[in-house]
């Protein structure tokens, strides 16, 4: 190792931290973060009154337009914050910063979604597509997910759940749009995969009523993308499945 690469790891031991969004310096209250409070304090968590059902707000009265063509099995969303100008750096920050540490900051605004009762027994990441993750080095929600799991104290499961195609990106904006753009994106790799919920074998973990899966993603939209993947674990029988987003972007044309 070269002394200037030793002298730097040094450095980054005893100097203080500074705040990845905002480069101030993160007092030693703060060591184990790297989102300062003043940029965590310009999150804007997500509020009722929201249907029951997708946690988006309530734009009137009448059935919900988002989350009416959902799996019956996907029974709650809910994401911590809106998608603004606050969190739109700490999610860039997650998908191309490469510092796995930001992802407990964003797990501990989520740490409130969990249910009183009846919370998720395992969380599942949604996958990216092989060449995404290529190119990535790394899946942003698995770091969520595992970040979150350590909160909650919940075995994560990678690796079940996976893409079966590449879909386009979600550039349109209706929930019927992006539903079509990626039916069929999502499969399940369970047979012989060994691994295990406890004494259970995930394949019967999945199936079993007494678990409840959590899905997580790191920006809800439409939930199209949660959606879908969630009719891939209701097809090899989950009856319980839930989902948790970080952020949640507003739709504009939402009625
Ligand atoms: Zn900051
Ligand atoms: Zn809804």
């Not at 914050?81 to 750096?89: K, S």
């Not at 060449?131 to 690796?159: C, F, H, T």
């Not at 069929?184 to 919920?197: E, K, N, Q, S, T």
């Not at 199209?224 to 987003?245: D, F, K, P, S």
């Given at each position: 190792?070269?002394?200037?690469?030793?002298?730097?790891?040094?450095e980054?031991?005893?100097?203080?931290?500074?705040c990845?969004l905002?480069h101030?310096?993160?007092?030693p209250?703060?060591?184990?973060?790297?989102v300062?409070?003043?940029?965590?304090?310009r999150?804007?968590?997500?509020r009722?009154?929201?249907y029951e059902?997708c946690?988006?707000?309530e734009?009137?009265?009448?059935?919900c337009?988002?989350c009416?063509?959902?799996p019956a099995?996907?029974?709650?969303?809910?994401?911590?914050?809106?998608?603004?100008?606050?969190?739109?750096?700490?999610v860039?920050?997650?998908?191309?910063?490469?510092?796995a540490?930001?992802?407990?900051?964003l797990?501990?605004?989520?740490?409130?979604?969990?249910?009183s009762?009846?919370?998720?027994s395992?969380?599942?990441?949604?996958p990216?597509a092989p060449?995404?993750l290529?190119?990535?080095?790394y899946n942003?929600s698995?770091?969520?997910?595992?970040?979150?799991a350590?909160?909650w104290?919940?075995p994560?499961?990678v690796?079940v759940?996976v893409?079966?195609?590449?879909?386009p990106?979600?550039?349109?904006?209706?929930?019927a749009?992006?539903?079509a753009?990626?039916?069929?994106?999502f499969?399940?790799?369970i047979?012989d995969?060994g691994l295990?919920?406890?004494?259970?074998?995930i394949?019967?973990a999945?199936?079993n009523?007494q678990?409840a899966?959590?899905?997580v993603?790191?920006?809800?939209t439409t939930?199209?993308?949660l959606?879908?993947?969630?009719r891939?674990?209701?097809?090899?029988?989950?009856?319980?499945?839930?989902g948790?987003?970080?952020?949640?972007?507003a739709?504009p044309?939402?009625?």
């Amino acid at each position: 190792m070269q002394l200037s690469s030793v002298r730097s790891a040094v450095e980054q031991l005893l100097l203080p931290a500074e705040c990845l969004l905002c480069h101030a310096l993160l007092g030693p209250r703060d060591a184990a973060r790297i989102v300062c409070p003043l940029c965590r304090q310009r999150w804007r968590a997500v509020r009722p009154p929201w249907y029951e059902r997708c946690g988006q707000p309530e734009p009137h009265f009448g059935p919900c337009r988002l989350c009416a063509e959902w799996p019956a099995a996907l029974t709650r969303v809910r994401s911590a914050v809106w998608l603004d100008d606050g969190a739109r750096p700490a999610v860039h920050g997650l998908k191309y910063g490469r510092l796995a540490r930001i992802a407990d900051d964003l797990a501990a605004a989520m740490v409130p979604l969990q249910p009183s009762t009846g919370g998720p027994s395992f969380l599942i990441p949604i996958p990216l597509a092989p060449k995404r993750l290529r190119e990535r080095g790394y899946n942003q929600s698995e770091m969520l997910a595992r970040a979150l799991a350590r909160q909650w104290r919940i075995p994560v499961v990678v690796d079940v759940l996976v893409r079966t195609r590449e879909t386009p990106t979600q550039t349109a904006l209706t929930p019927a749009t992006r539903l079509a753009n990626v039916a069929g994106a999502f499969g399940l790799r369970i047979d012989d995969c060994g691994l295990r919920i406890g004494n259970l074998p995930i394949k019967s973990a999945i199936r079993n009523p007494q678990f409840a899966i959590a899905l997580v993603d790191d920006v809800f939209t439409t939930g199209a993308t949660l959606a879908e993947a969630a009719r891939a674990l209701e097809q090899a029988g989950a009856r319980r499945i839930t989902g948790v987003t970080f952020a949640r972007a507003a739709i504009p044309d939402f009625t």
